[in-house]
């Protein structure tokens, strides 16, 4: 079974913010819950202008989820592609996955009142499509690699 990884390439990022503007668009989000996102972190000055780290946040579908055991419906879930996602008939919203994620990925939905994670779009992903972050990224800095597991 493959499993998905989104990088960063941070020497062609922008700074743009498409992926986050894709994905709330894709998830249908309201103002609040952000699923992906892209931090630029001062590091020094150089020549009296900043030098910044840029990161990409987003769920890491860890390999042994906090956030599964703790949710008391059984609304988290991994499959076997390795993607932790969130079934939302289930989930009740008492954010105990947020709570315990060690990445604050798990994000409230105002709207729904239920949790809300990254996915990697996995909806797309089974019809053969990248994420929308991937997908719509203005300067093609995020890639989905695929990884064959063993």
């Known amino acids: 079974m493959n499993k998905y990884i989104i990088r960063l390439n941070t020497k062609r990022c922008i700074g743009c913010h498409a992926c986050e503007i894709h994905c709330k ?5 309201p ?3 952000i699923l992906c996102e892209i931090r630029h972190e001062p590091l020094r000055m150089v020549k009296g202008f900043p030098k910044t ?9 860890c390999e042994d989820p906090l956030c599964i055991p703790v949710c008391p419906t059984e609304s988290m879930k991994k ?17 105990s996955c947020a709570d315990i994620c060690p990445w604050d990925s798990p ?8 949790a809300v ?10 019809n053969g499509l990248k994420p929308a972050c991937v997908t ?12 064959q597991a063993v």
């Not at 994000?107 to 239920?114: L, V």
């Not at 719509?136 to 990884?147: E, K, P, S, Y």
């Open 31 to 33: 103002p609040g819950p």
């Open 107 to 114: 994000q409230f939905n105002p709207e729904t009142k239920k």
């Open 79 to 95: 499959r076997d592609d390795g993607i932790v996602y969130i079934d939302e008939e289930k989930c009740i919203g008492c954010m």
């Open 136 to 147: 719509l990224c203005t300067a093609h800095a995020l890639q989905l690699f695929t990884l």
């Open 25 to 29: 668009t894709n998830k249908e989000l």
């Open 53 to 61: 780290i840029t990161h990409f946040k987003s769920c890491h579908h």
């Open 117 to 126: 994670k990254c996915d990697y779009c996995m909806d797309r992903l089974d």
